[in-house]
């Protein structure tokens, strides 16, 4: 796999030494964002060198051909998680973006006192705060699946527990971005459709990672990140049923998602126009597309068998590091390339500080999960998560600069 370094930018530098501020870099924080391939910034580069017009406005052939590439782009997100129709594709900011359309636009209008949100203690804020502020405005319930504390499974008996005949929305995050564990979505939309609830997934982590059949999951929306699968950042898409997405109002208003304006009233475009208001990403939707067409070229089974590998090799040298407590399953399968730890008398931004002058990024903190920390017990913790594009060497490295942290600190082991 690590000839796939030379496709960014970034690697071929810092491999050919060619690279003053970033020299010897190990780039270990992928699951905040993903570096880019040179095909990615070369098709947005061309996009705005040779189609740059605003799509779907004009009639002439340069705004045509620009119409042509942003919705191709959607077609190319659609047939990556396997959504029925285009249509079903709706292009936002992130996928934060995502979740809140589906607060606001189905959330509100669905929801009254009485109702139940269920999502899990392992969720970013961004699949908390939204629901949140939809049950402070309805009057509903929010309700929090928890994991076991050492593993990070759910249990099939807390999904029973915690979905219930008050539950209305049930979303959950498909990998978690601490623990790297893959939560059971098939079997939880099951539970959630069975109660007459709608199912949301928060694909952030996964879509890079492993290959999401969106019909097969049975989710009837799902939220993903174009950064994080090595495209730009600033882009993201929410796929939704169509069924569903018909009958939601707008989430944003104004620009080209109206069919038509009067003084008194507006009607809105159809889907999946209606939820894209104002002057469309269309460069970064093109770059989106082709970091996807990258990944889907790579192959995401190898990509998941040399997560798992790094990821093993990881998690056996971090045993082997006296003082270092893993966070999450020890199990380098149920990893998906997240690695959370702390260190005896080392705080986790103390840890990322050092690593950081031996020329390694990992990112530290509550990793916007701070309900689970708090169930954790874990204030802070440090992450280190990995991609396709690294390699043994670099873990290696990693370790050999851990197993020293400590007596850098003072400690005398």
């Given at each position: 796999m690590n000839k796939y370094r030379k496709d960014f930018p970034f690697f071929k530098a810092i491999d050919e030494k060619s690279s003053e501020e970033n020299k010897d870099l190990i780039y270990f924080d992928t699951a905040a964002t993903a570096q880019r391939p040179f095909i990615v910034l070369n098709a947005m580069t061309h996009f705005y060198a040779t189609e740059n017009a605003n799509p779907l406005r004009g009639l002439y052939s340069l705004s045509e051909r620009a119409t042509m590439a942003y919705e191709n782009a959607r077609k190319t997100v659609a047939q990556f998680i396997n959504a029925t129709h285009s249509e079903e594709i709706v292009f936002t900011r992130n996928?934060?973006?995502?979740?809140?359309?589906?607060?606001?636009?189905?959330?509100?209008?669905?929801?009254?006192?009485?109702?139940?949100?269920c999502v899990t203690i392992m969720e970013h804020h961004s699949n908390i705060v939204p629901w949140q502020m939809v049950c402070q405005r309805t009057g509903a319930k929010l309700v929090?699946?928890?994991?076991?504390?050492?593993?990070?499974i759910i249990s099939r008996e807390e999904i029973s527990a915690k979905i219930n005949e008050h539950t209305k929305i049930v979303s959950v995050?498909?990998?978690?971005?601490?623990?790297?564990?893959?939560?059971?979505?098939?079997?939880?939309?099951?539970?959630?459709?069975?109660?007459?609830?709608?199912?949301?997934?928060?694909?952030?982590?996964?879509?890079?990672?492993?290959?999401?059949?969106v019909q097969d999951i049975d989710a009837d929306f799902f939220a993903m990140s174009a950064h994080k699968l090595c495209g730009p950042m600033g882009i993201g898409a929410l796929y939704g049923k169509y069924e569903l997405l018909e009958k939601m109002d707008p989430f944003l208003r104004g620009g080209e998602m109206i069919e038509y304006v009067t003084r008194e009233k507006a009607t809105w475009a159809e889907v999946p126009h209606k939820f894209e208001a104002g002057t469309v990403s269309a460069g970064d939707a093109v770059g989106m597309a082709a970091a996807i067409r990258y990944i889907q070229s790579i192959g995401l089974d190898n990509i998941e068998k040399h997560d798992r590998e790094l990821a093993e090799r990881m998690l056996t040298g971090m045993k082997n590091i006296p003082h270092i407590n893993l966070i999450g399953p020890t199990d380098a399968s149920k990893r998906c390339g997240i690695i959370t730890f702390t260190l005896d008398g080392v705080h986790p931004h103390d840890i990322a500080t050092l690593l950081s002058e031996e020329h390694i990024a990992i990112r530290a903190g509550h990793h916007c999960a701070q309900p689970l920390g708090q169930y954790l017990g874990q204030t802070a913790t440090a992450r280190a998560s990995l991609y396709f594009y690294n390699t043994e060497q670099e873990i290696d490295i990693f370790l050999k600069k851990l197993s020293h942290l400590r007596e850098w600190s003072g400690f005398k082991d």
């Open positions: 996928a934060s973006e995502s979740l809140n359309l589906v607060a606001y636009s189905w959330g509100l209008t669905n929801l009254k006192a009485g109702d139940e949100i929090f699946m928890e994991c076991d504390k050492e593993t990070g995050v498909h990998v978690s971005n601490v623990l790297g564990v893959t939560n059971p979505v098939k079997e939880i939309a099951k539970a959630a459709h069975a109660v007459g609830a709608i199912f949301i997934v928060d694909g952030a982590q996964s879509a890079p990672h492993m290959k999401v059949n």
